[in-house]
């Protein structure tokens, strides 16, 4: 039962890790022949001073966008699961985000951020009107924004979906105990969402890592190398500056590093196979 | 026994799903002839059909696809084939197009470090010989062009399209209401930046975010200062050319400037493509600006009547006081470059040796660059030029043509010339430069470390 | 948290309770989500409001207008420019392209997430959730090379199949992880029940945990779309052909040598959203039907 699943991801994603994995003991421009070239790539990738930036890069990025995203999420999602009249209109605009490409979203925040003509003058807000790309924390704070603005909406789906499955009884049996609002929240909610948070988490924390083609066109790595996560500095290495075997290197490390995070969050989320809700 | 039962079922279930899947492809791939020309444009794989890629984006785009149908029109029968990308796009396409042996029979690219890179791989033809032959072809271009063509003393590519070097803007009206003259001299700019700063008008425009933008400014002062010789001997490779004195004097210059705040404020956040930095300079919140000439055509355009009234101004790049170098230098784009696949079989290199010989740059192509707002790359047309019908426009494209076939030295622009490795490193610390986060000397010790990379 | 308490408001209360009543459904309702809401929302409209904006401005007019105001001239030409460049040729790939790997990649994750979860510690099957852990973190920007080969040698290039076959690959090690953690939460005794009736794994599988699973179903189905109907490089380095593109690529129509149409960008961008915008609001409420069809409790 399980085997279209292994069979498609052996043939389009394992092999090509293996691919990848001798390339990374190659020389390559990825125009010519390929040489094999011993542990020379790793040498040079590991003795890198770019390396470990681009790695506190990768992080920063990662748990800072994880950090911004879940409790807007969460709170938005419990509020969408609520019977406002006016929140499926709500919930139909913030999905629009979702649906653009990273190009147009670039293109857009790139326009909107321009210190002439952008956001700051046309609002006429002096403290929109920064050197946004250009100053290496604001560069950063851009890139995390941006990247809540297209994907809370997706984690407050999540979380309304979580939310709405929480029995009626569990809330209304603390409301008669007296819980107030704040109470039940953190005491039913929370727990309640656990999976949830687990899930959508991973979702972020991972998806962070391989995430490219919006700071690629955003800021393209800078200011300098401020927003040069590992992702985009491999690609840089291998398809600007030719060098395929050091780039491969970098992706090997990718790999094993998301290995890592995937696991740690498997373990925090507890492999067991029962599940956690009430009565199952 | 169960698992194997599920699993036969599975692939039936797969297959299954394949069959409307397949079907509703084959409809999709049952495609409309392109818009281009010969039909079923797919790239190298047609047996003995010709392609050719190049960049979207008009007009350059749909006179290079007028050139072809001509040349489609001519030779029914060995059609070429022409698909379009955008920039980025494009660079990594080629590559990767290349690197597997699926090239498109006619290569388009930007010459220097990166037709050196397929000459390395072997990948394009050597085009002396057939410069050789047909010495009518060579002599008709911008010798300067062939700068970028040649590697090791040989030519891979032929120069085509326009030239577009780089030239100092300035907005007459913003000038005139300050009663300032443009610049003659590096002093003179760095006394009127000053000024402009105090009237709350930018010295001068640049849209830092895409670093390129920025290395105009040290080509310029590199040749100014201490002549052309100072890059030749990095792009020769030479040991610690960067350290050279001229080098770490033009360096420190270009922070003089950006210390006293000559760009405007937030320079590296404004990008160049999408042409936040002319606006500034045409809504006059800018006194000049530092460019390619293709900007000319976008400026008039969308500024409205700045360039059609006559309030946009122009000149070379003005001589560093006490500096070496030839004030008739320029630099920029001496041309794009068409190469011929060296895995394209021996008929389609055929093909494209016809095209380059008999359409390409021909007369009708000569003046559709010219009716766009650009030199092209060919000797002789200045009288053309002079006799455009618009006054404003025949003045510019004169200019254009006497900077660049007048010039003592066309250098190209760096990040074309170097490989691709070290041109990836140079931006990267011309941006560090730029934000003054690095000093001339480290900039120099960077760069030093990927010489003949 | 709004409610999901359904205290019925005694309509012949005293005018004294009455008040009372009011005053707690007021501090029920949620301030601070509410407040995060209305946040939310101003943040999200105003980069839409300035994209819809501009795509009715003329180039020329782009810079010199304030960007928040709306175009003194406005025109349509942007509109009909990215109409008649071949739009609707590739929409309709991107759709191909994004049903096709969806529907796939979601049946077949299913599939092996219910296997991994009622395998009973098989190594085997151990084994095969572990690698689909780990290939959660494979970059796809550095194993593109190697796919680009193996699909020349399929013959497969410059075909939607082509982008179709990775995608489904990329779209299997996260589906897999969130499917899994749905179907473990079905309770057993319902599948010993089933077992009980004479039911096969097999009928379990559809009968049983694909609707129980739906919630998670649905939102892997929509990140999936999501991302391949986003996806910009495996279109750009498997296709070529400009009928084989798909909708991000067609972006490029309006992005020169030196400079980018943004406005006409702008446009392509509002008619490519617009469709799958009101496909989501009719079916929401079919979404969210099956978001809360999880456990009838």
């Not at chain 1, 929480?166 to 109470?183: K, L, T």
């Not at chain 3, 408001?9 to 509410?34: C, F, I």
């Not at chain 3, 490029?252 to 400079?259: E, K, V």
Request: aromatic share 10%.
């Amino acid at each position: 039962m399980a085997l279209p699943a292994l069979g498609m991801f052996l043939m389009f994603g394992v092999v090509p890790l293996l691919g990848v994995l001798a390339l990374s003991f190659a020389q390559w421009d990825g125009l010519g022949a390929i040489h094999a070239a011993g542990l020379s790539d790793w040498r040079s990738v590991l003795s890198d001073p770019g390396l470990p930036h681009a790695l506190w890069v990768t992080f920063l990025v990662m748990f800072l966008s994880w950090a911004a995203q879940t409790p807007l999420a969460l709170l938005i999602g419990v509020f969408l699961a609520g019977h406002q009249p006016y929140r499926a209109v709500l919930a139909v605009i913030y999905f629009v985000p979702l649906l653009l490409s990273s190009a147009a979203i670039a293109i857009t925040y790139k326009a909107l951020l321009d210190p002439n003509f952008g956001l700051g003058p046309g609002l006429h807000l002096g403290i929109l009107t920064q050197d946004w790309l250009g100053k290496p924390a604001l560069a950063l704070g851009v890139v995390i924004f941006v990247v809540s603005w297209q994907f809370v909406p997706f984690h407050a789906l999540i979380y309304q979906g979580g939310v709405m499955q929480i029995p009626a009884a569990m809330y209304e049996a603390a409301a008669i105990d007296g819980a107030g609002r704040v109470r039940q929240f953190f005491s039913i909610t929370l727990p309640q969402l656990k999976y949830t948070i687990i899930t959508s988490s991973t979702l972020m924390v991972v998806g962070s890592l391989t995430f490219f083609d919006l700071i690629f066109v955003l800021t393209a790595g800078g200011p300098g190398d401020a927003t040069r996560v590992l992702a985009l500095d491999m690609y840089k290495r291998g398809f600007q500056a030719n060098l395929m075997g050091p780039a491969s290197a970098i992706a090997v490390i990718l790999v094993l590093v998301g290995l890592g995070l995937a696991l740690l969050l498997r373990r925090i989320g507890g492999g067991a196979s029962d599940s956690q809700l009430e009565g199952a | 026994m169960e698992a194997i039962t599920t699993s036969r079922r599975n692939f039936l279930r797969l297959v299954g799903l394949g069959v409307p899947a397949a079907a509703a492809l084959a409809a999709c791939s049952g495609s409309t002839p392109s818009q281009t020309g010969a039909g079923g444009g797919s790239g190298g794989g047609a047996k003995g059909a010709a392609t050719y890629w190049f960049l979207t984006g008009q007009p350059q785009q749909g006179i290079r696809e007028d050139t072809v149908n001509r040349f489609n029109a001519a030779n029914p029968k060995t059609k070429i084939a022409t698909t379009e990308f955008q920039n980025d796009a494009y660079k990594q396409k080629i590559k990767t197009a290349i690197g597997a042996g699926k090239a498109p029979t006619l290569i388009w690219g930007w010459g220097g470090g990166g037709l050196k890179s397929y000459v390395d791989a072997g990948q394009v033809v050597d085009l002396s010989g057939w410069f050789g032959q047909h010495g009518d072809i060579k002599n008709r271009i911008f010798p300067s062009a062939f700068g970028a063509a040649t590697v090791d003393g040989k030519i891979y590519a032929m120069p085509c399209e326009t030239v577009t070097p780089i030239v100092l803007y300035w907005n007459k009206k913003v000038f005139d209401s300050m009663g300032a003259q443009p610049p003659q001299s590096w002093g003179d700019i760095l006394d009127l930046v000053p000024k402009f700063n105090a009237k709350g008008i930018a010295p001068f425009s640049l849209g830092g975010q895409s670093r390129w933008t920025n290395m105009m400014w040290l080509e310029f002062l590199y040749d100014r200062i201490g002549g052309a010789e100072v890059f030749q001997n990095v792009f020769d490779g030479q040991k610690n050319a960067w350290s050279q004195p001229a080098s770490i004097q033009a360096l420190t210059e270009c922070q003089k400037l950006v210390k006293a705040n000559g760009f405007v404020k937030g320079f590296s956040s404004i990008t160049a493509d999408s042409n936040a930095d002319q606006a500034l300079l045409y809504t006059g919140k800018a006194a000049m600006m530092l460019h390619g000439a293709w900007t000319y055509g976008s400026m008039k355009s969308d500024g409205g009547d700045f360039v059609t009234g006559g309030h946009l101004g122009y000149m070379n790049f003005p001589p560093v006081d006490g500096g070496k170098g030839d004030p008739s230098d320029t630099v920029g784009n001496p041309g794009q470059y068409l190469s011929i696949s060296s895995k394209a079989s021996a008929a389609e290199q055929e093909i494209a040796k016809k095209f380059l010989s008999t359409t390409l740059l021909d007369d009708t192509e000569i003046q559709k660059w010219i009716a766009s707002g650009n030199v092209p790359v060919v000797k002789g047309t200045r009288s053309k030029l002079a006799a455009v019908s618009d006054k404003t426009d025949a003045a510019w494209l004169t200019f254009v043509y006497d900077t660049s076939s007048k010039a003592g030295n066309f250098a190209q622009s760096w990040d074309q010339a170097l490989p691709p490795t070290a041109a990836e490193t140079l931006l990267d610390n011309i941006a560090k430069l730029f934000q003054l986060s690095i000093s001339p000397q480290q900039f120099a010790d960077n760069m030093n470390k990927v010489i003949g990379t | 948290m709004a409610t999901t308490v359904h205290t019925p408001s005694p309509v012949t209360a005293a005018p004294h309770q009455k008040e009372h009543a009011g005053l707690r459904r007021l501090l029920r309702l949620n301030w601070l989500g509410g407040a995060a809401s209305w946040l939310w929302l101003a943040v999200v409209v105003v980069p839409l409001y300035w994209i819809v904006v501009t795509s009715f401005k003329e180039q020329s007019a782009y810079f010199t207008n304030n960007p928040f105001a709306p175009p003194t001239a406005p025109t349509l030409d942007n509109y009909k420019l990215v109409v008649e460049s071949d739009f609707p040729r590739y929409f309709l790939n991107s759709m191909v392209v994004a049903l096709g790997t969806t529907v796939p990649a979601v049946l077949i994750a299913f599939m092996a997430s219910y296997a991994i979860v009622r395998g009973n510690g098989s190594r085997f099957l151990g084994g095969v959730s572990g690698l689909f852990l780990m290939g959660l973190a494979i970059p796809l920007q550095a194993t593109v090379i190697p796919v680009y080969l193996i699909i020349i040698r399929m013959g497969l290039y410059d075909s939607l199949l082509a982008i179709i076959l990775p995608s489904i690959a990329f779209a299997i090690p996260l589906s897999v992880l969130v499917l899994s953690n749905f179907v473990r939460d079905v309770p057993k005794e319902l599948f010993e029940s089933m077992r009980v009736d004479g039911a096969s794994e097999w009928g379990m599988l559809w009968r049983l945990a694909f609707p129980l699973t739906r919630p998670a179903l649905v939102t892997v189905s929509i990140f999936n779309g999501l991302t391949v109907w986003n996806g910009f490089l495996l279109p750009l380095i498997l296709t070529q052909s400009p009928d084989k593109r798909t909708l991000p690529l067609g972006l490029w129509t309006f992005q020169g040598q030196y400079s980018v149409n943004v406005p006409a960008v702008l446009a392509s961008v509002v008619l490519s959203t617009l469709p799958i915008l009101v496909l989501y609001a009719i079916g929401r409420r079919q979404l969210l039907g099956g978001l809360t069809a999880g456990f009838s409790k």
